[in-house]
């Protein structure tokens, strides 16, 4: 029998009394712990004892539990007189990057470890601690995580989570020390070794306490990862949250795409719904208990489809973990006496329905001091071949290689350094092969897999969950991934030439008016909204509605006019996770539409209403049953016409409530409504009436309603048009076709189509000499400005209020402008 079962047999009877805990030598319960202790109990403990002490009376629930104590570590490793063997077994590594040295060595420390004596005092001590633990839970065996924390864990500069082993669902006395003894040893994993090595830490300078948690029943519910930022732009202003069914090691392990939400932290704390994304996994697999089966503890199984197609967090949870996470980042925030952005496992409990807070670590990308003074920028310099997977974005670079696909972190023979690699998915044994890598992309993962957390850390750009990667591309094809667009990553075929500039913004001149942007893609709005920009000049809706809605909203509405099965059965499947499907088009919509307003809040962010044409609309699943073919679109049923009229006027109500939902609901104020394509004073009027029907008023609760400038009758009459409105947004494009009588998409007539002509350029210094006699905004959303320089001092000197240029151009024009 084996010593631990020998002293199970002499505890049984031991209770844990106040004079008995006083007594203990190697225990400190949470409670009892805080961060000024993390030479004794590592990182990871004293940040759960933090929180227990300290945040429980804001709401903060922590599972209970103890600490193992480095001393333990050290009184184990003496007991057994490891010392001097752990040292010879060094000697024999003299190069971390020999990677069969490497796993010989971190073996045979870890054989030494596991295959040592437990001291009887210590074992004692821990069975004496769980038998308590089980009572607080009136438990006769608690299920338990024993999770490693080494005392260099968790530091500003270093984060070494993932480097040591956890253990879920440990059951009984002998189940949890053999769990603690493989816990010692894997601070000897090769991975932990290398990383050590690297940091700069000395092997004998770091210990391992080990923490003993009650687990939180998850594998019944949901778990996951939060993160007090967004962790790819470093956005502060937002609670990351990735979310899936079970345990949450199936999000660390990139076994799932989960579901992802983003909640913005300025309107959360002042009481309002603030969730401006829900981005559904697939959640195809958990991980749960596995009963009875003493040596697979926790297990892979299905998850139904039904539960795949509805996110795992309602709404009111995502807010709650949200402000929890703030709550976390504030005190250690307080703390540290600078912002510290924080990494915070949660799982709720599948028989309390409650969420518990598992972990909470700084997160340390972002965390670091960052320079603000400049901004790395990067822009392909040709437009792509082929477009070969898409995926989640890391990182913000661009870089060009061959592919290498690998199956087995052992084949990192095959990997040179700036491959691509190309695998299904990595875990912490996959370091070494990555730090090869020009580029990493994988079949599986969402954004806080391990490939995604691994890449941040070495800077390198990757693309995860992008499915059928390992059988679409080929081994020795050279591709361009492009992380530069967003949280959407681009795999493209070939090399394509692209330049990295770094900005120095101070250099940046100042111009006499507001310059704004112009924005599509609410993916990309985190990432912008650190151009040096006054906000928004122009959020277009049409992105979300094609991208994210895919579905004309008649047919959500009339469904019944739909005859095409095969139709009925994707708009089904698109919006499974809603039973009202109307509601799901306001979503998606609120939610585009709120990134984007969040992204640059308290700026102004100009939202377009829809300007579809109808032949665009006719391109949505379902539109050829409710759009007319027109011969001209373009100057047909399209803007402010549709919005009042018959065919239509349902369907804005959609957009209408989604904008109200972004200003209500999230309480993001900041958005101001433009429509397009006005074309007479009666239609105007008209406009505005409908909003108002469905509960947008102009200046209720401070909403602005501003007016697109792209028709002449909109500069002939701007006196008029100014009764109506609070401003206009002159549309170059569309002012110069109808001025000039140019269809600007003809190729042929290409040449005549210029908005520096005579005609054009009276009507824009009309438009702006109106707005400015009636104390009206006014602005320009057209590529005319940063295209033409002369342009844009013609603008300036007329008095305009704003120039808004698409996102590309900004750096270029002010550049333009310092010369």
Request: proline share 4%; with cysteine; charged share 25%.
């Given at each position: 029998?084996?010593?631990?079962?020998?002293?199970?047999?002499?505890?049984?009877?031991?209770?844990?009394?106040?004079?008995?805990?006083?007594?203990?030598?190697?225990?400190?319960?949470?409670?009892?712990?805080?961060?000024?202790?993390?030479?004794?109990?590592?990182?990871?403990?004293?940040?759960?004892?933090?929180?227990?002490?300290?945040?429980?009376?804001?709401?903060?629930?922590?599972?209970?539990?103890?600490?193992?104590?480095?001393?333990?570590?050290?009184?184990?490793?003496?007991?057994?007189?490891?010392?001097?063997?752990?040292?010879?077994?060094?000697?024999?590594?003299?190069?971390?990057?020999?990677?069969?040295?490497?796993?010989?060595?971190?073996?045979?420390?870890?054989?030494?470890?596991?295959?040592?004596?437990?001291?009887?005092?210590?074992?004692?001590?821990?069975?004496?601690?769980?038998?308590?633990?089980?009572?607080?839970?009136?438990?006769?065996?608690?299920?338990?995580?024993?999770?490693?924390?080494?005392?260099?864990?968790?530091?500003?500069?270093?984060?070494?989570?993932?480097?040591?082993?956890?253990?879920?669902?440990?059951?009984?006395?002998?189940?949890?020390?053999?769990?603690?003894?493989?816990?010692?040893?894997?601070?000897?994993?090769?991975?932990?070794?290398?990383?050590?090595?690297?940091?700069?830490?000395?092997?004998?300078?770091?210990?391992?306490?080990?923490?003993?948690?009650?687990?939180?029943?998850?594998?019944?519910?949901?778990?996951?990862?939060?993160?007090?930022?967004?962790?790819?732009?470093?956005?502060?202003?937002?609670?990351?949250?990735?979310?899936?069914?079970?345990?949450?090691?199936?999000i660390v392990q990139g076994i799932v795409i989960p579901d992802e939400f983003l909640v913005f932290?300025?309107?959360?704390?002042?009481?309002?719904?603030?969730?401006?994304?829900?981005?559904?996994?697939?959640?195809?697999?958990?991980?749960?208990?596995?009963?009875?089966?003493?040596?697979?503890?926790?297990?892979?199984?299905?998850?139904?489809?039904?539960?795949?197609?509805?996110?795992?967090?309602?709404?009111?949870?995502?807010?709650?973990?949200?402000?929890?996470?703030?709550?976390?980042?504030?005190?250690?925030?307080?703390?540290?006496?600078?912002?510290?952005?924080?990494?915070?496992?949660?799982?709720?409990?599948?028989?309390?329905?409650?969420?518990?807070?598992?972990?909470?670590?700084?997160?340390?990308?972002?965390?670091?001091?960052?320079?603000?003074?400049?901004?790395?920028?990067?822009?392909?310099?040709?437009?792509?071949?082929?477009?070969?997977?898409?995926?989640?974005?890391?990182?913000?670079?661009?870089?060009?290689?061959?592919?290498?696909?690998?199956?087995?972190?052992?084949?990192?023979?095959?990997?040179?350094?700036?491959?691509?690699?190309?695998?299904?998915?990595?875990?912490?044994?996959?370091?070494?092969?990555?730090?090869?890598?020009?580029?990493?992309?994988?079949?599986?993962?969402?954004?806080?897999?391990?490939?995604?957390?691994?890449?941040?850390?070495?800077?390198?750009?990757?693309?995860?969950?992008?499915?059928?990667?390992?059988?679409?591309?080929?081994?020795?094809?050279?591709?361009?991934?492009?992380?530069?667009?967003?949280?959407?990553?681009?795999?493209?075929?070939?090399?394509?030439?692209?330049?990295?500039?770094?900005?120095?913004?101070?250099?940046?001149?100042?111009?006499?008016?507001?310059?704004?942007?112009?924005?599509?893609?609410?993916?990309?709005?985190?990432?912008?909204?650190?151009?040096?920009?006054?906000?928004?000049?122009?959020?277009?809706?049409?992105?979300?509605?094609?991208?994210?809605?895919?579905?004309?909203?008649?047919?959500?509405?009339?469904?019944?006019?739909?005859?095409?099965?095969?139709?009925?059965?994707?708009?089904?499947?698109?919006?499974?996770?809603?039973?009202?499907?109307?509601?799901?088009?306001?979503?998606?919509?609120?939610?585009?539409?709120?990134?984007?307003?969040?992204?640059?809040?308290?700026?102004?962010?100009?939202?377009?209403?829809?300007?579809?044409?109808?032949?665009?609309?006719?391109?949505?699943?379902?539109?050829?049953?409710?759009?007319?073919?027109?011969?001209?679109?373009?100057?047909?049923?399209?803007?402010?016409?549709?919005?009042?009229?018959?065919?239509?006027?349902?369907?804005?109500?959609?957009?209408?409530?989604?904008?109200?939902?972004?200003?209500?609901?999230?309480?993001?104020?900041?958005?101001?409504?433009?429509?397009?394509?006005?074309?007479?004073?009666?239609?105007?009027?008209?406009?505005?009436?409908?909003?108002?029907?469905?509960?947008?008023?102009?200046?209720?609760?401070?909403?602005?309603?501003?007016?697109?400038?792209?028709?002449?009758?909109?500069?002939?009459?701007?006196?008029?048009?100014?009764?109506?409105?609070?401003?206009?947004?002159?549309?170059?494009?569309?002012?110069?076709?109808?001025?000039?009588?140019?269809?600007?998409?003809?190729?042929?007539?290409?040449?005549?189509?210029?908005?520096?002509?005579?005609?054009?350029?009276?009507?824009?210094?009309?438009?702006?000499?109106?707005?400015?006699?009636?104390?009206?905004?006014?602005?320009?959303?057209?590529?005319?400005?940063?295209?033409?320089?002369?342009f844009a001092q013609f603008l300036i000197d007329q008095g305009i209020e704003s120039i808004s240029?698409?996102?590309?151009?900004?750096?270029?024009?002010?550049?333009?402008?310092?010369?």
């Amino acid at each position: 029998m084996r010593y631990a079962s020998l002293v199970l047999l002499s505890i049984v009877t031991i209770q844990l009394n106040a004079g008995d805990r006083a007594n203990m030598k190697f225990i400190r319960w949470f409670e009892q712990i805080s961060m000024r202790d993390v030479p004794e109990v590592g990182g990871k403990n004293a940040s759960l004892g933090e929180m227990i002490s300290t945040l429980s009376h804001e709401g903060i629930t922590v599972p209970q539990g103890f600490a193992v104590t480095a001393d333990a570590y050290w009184h184990f490793i003496d007991h057994n007189k490891l010392r001097e063997p752990i040292k010879k077994a060094f000697e024999q590594l003299s190069d971390i990057t020999n990677l069969e040295a490497l796993k010989k060595t971190g073996n045979a420390v870890r054989k030494l470890i596991v295959q040592g004596e437990m001291p009887k005092d210590l074992c004692d001590e821990i069975i004496a601690a769980y038998h308590e633990l089980s009572k607080r839970y009136q438990q006769e065996n608690a299920d338990v995580a024993v999770r490693s924390s080494a005392t260099a864990e968790d530091l500003p500069t270093a984060s070494f989570a993932g480097q040591q082993e956890t253990f879920l669902n440990v059951c009984g006395d002998d189940a949890l020390l053999q769990a603690y003894k493989k816990d010692l040893a894997s601070l000897f994993t090769d991975r932990s070794i290398a990383y050590r090595t690297e940091k700069g830490f000395d092997h004998f300078e770091v210990a391992l306490s080990v923490g003993v948690q009650k687990m939180v029943r998850s594998d019944k519910a949901c778990a996951g990862v939060a993160f007090s930022l967004d962790t790819e732009s470093g956005f502060k202003d937002v609670v990351m949250i990735d979310a899936s069914y079970g345990l949450g090691e199936a999000i660390v392990q990139g076994i799932v795409i989960p579901d992802e939400f983003l909640v913005f932290k300025p309107t959360l704390k002042e009481g309002y719904s603030a969730i401006i994304k829900k981005q559904l996994g697939d959640k195809k697999i958990k991980i749960v208990y596995n009963e009875g089966d003493p040596d697979e503890l926790v297990h892979e199984v299905p998850v139904p489809t039904e539960d795949q197609l509805k996110f795992c967090l309602t709404d009111e949870e995502v807010c709650e973990l949200a402000q929890m996470v703030m709550t976390i980042e504030a005190h250690y925030s307080e703390k540290k006496g600078a912002w510290c952005p924080m990494d915070v496992e949660w799982g709720k409990d599948g028989d309390d329905g409650k969420l518990y807070i598992l972990q909470a670590r700084p997160e340390t990308i972002h965390g670091q001091e960052q320079n603000t003074h400049f901004m790395t920028h990067y822009k392909l310099l040709a437009t792509p071949k082929k477009v070969l997977l898409t995926g989640e974005s890391i990182g913000k670079q661009i870089v060009s290689g061959v592919v290498r696909v690998i199956e087995s972190a052992a084949q990192i023979d095959q990997v040179a350094h700036g491959d691509i690699l190309v695998t299904d998915m990595t875990d912490p044994d996959w370091v070494p092969i990555m730090k090869r890598a020009g580029g990493i992309i994988t079949n599986r993962g969402g954004r806080t897999c391990h490939a995604a957390i691994v890449s941040r850390e070495l800077g390198i750009p990757a693309i995860v969950g992008a499915e059928d990667a390992t059988s679409m591309l080929k081994d020795g094809a050279i591709v361009t991934i492009d992380c530069s667009q967003g949280n959407k990553g681009f795999v493209y075929e070939g090399e394509v030439p692209f330049e990295e500039e770094v900005i120095e913004l101070k250099k940046l001149p100042e111009i006499p008016v507001k310059l704004m942007v112009n924005i599509a893609d609410p993916d990309r709005a985190l990432h912008l909204s650190s151009l040096p920009v006054s906000g928004v000049g122009l959020a277009r809706i049409e992105f979300i509605i094609t991208n994210a809605i895919k579905i004309h909203p008649m047919a959500l509405l009339h469904p019944e006019k739909i005859t095409d099965k095969k139709i009925k059965q994707e708009i089904e499947r698109i919006t499974a996770a809603y039973d009202d499907k109307k509601q799901f088009f306001i979503d998606q919509l609120a939610l585009g539409i709120g990134r984007i307003a969040a992204a640059f809040y308290p700026r102004e962010v100009i939202v377009r209403l829809s300007d579809f044409k109808s032949n665009e609309y006719r391109n949505l699943i379902g539109g050829k049953y409710f759009e007319p073919v027109e011969e001209n679109p373009m100057i047909g049923f399209r803007g402010a016409s549709r919005y009042y009229n018959e065919r239509y006027r349902e369907a804005f109500a959609f957009e209408c409530a989604a904008v109200k939902k972004v200003r209500d609901e999230m309480g993001l104020t900041n958005v101001t409504v433009m429509i397009p394509f006005v074309r007479t004073l009666e239609e105007g009027k008209l406009v505005l009436e409908e909003m108002a029907r469905n509960g947008l008023k102009k200046g209720e609760n401070g909403l602005r309603v501003i007016m697109m400038c792209e028709i002449p009758s909109n500069a002939v009459l701007v006196d008029e048009f100014s009764k109506f409105f609070d401003g206009f947004s002159i549309g170059s494009n569309d002012l110069t076709q109808l001025t000039l009588g140019v269809d600007r998409d003809s190729e042929i007539l290409a040449s005549e189509f210029d908005e520096r002509d005579p005609a054009v350029k009276k009507l824009i210094a009309q438009a702006i000499a109106g707005a400015r006699r009636h104390h009206k905004y006014s602005g320009i959303c057209g590529q005319a400005p940063s295209d033409y320089p002369e342009f844009a001092q013609f603008l300036i000197d007329q008095g305009i209020e704003s120039i808004s240029l698409n996102p590309d151009s900004v750096i270029p024009f002010l550049q333009a402008r310092a010369k």
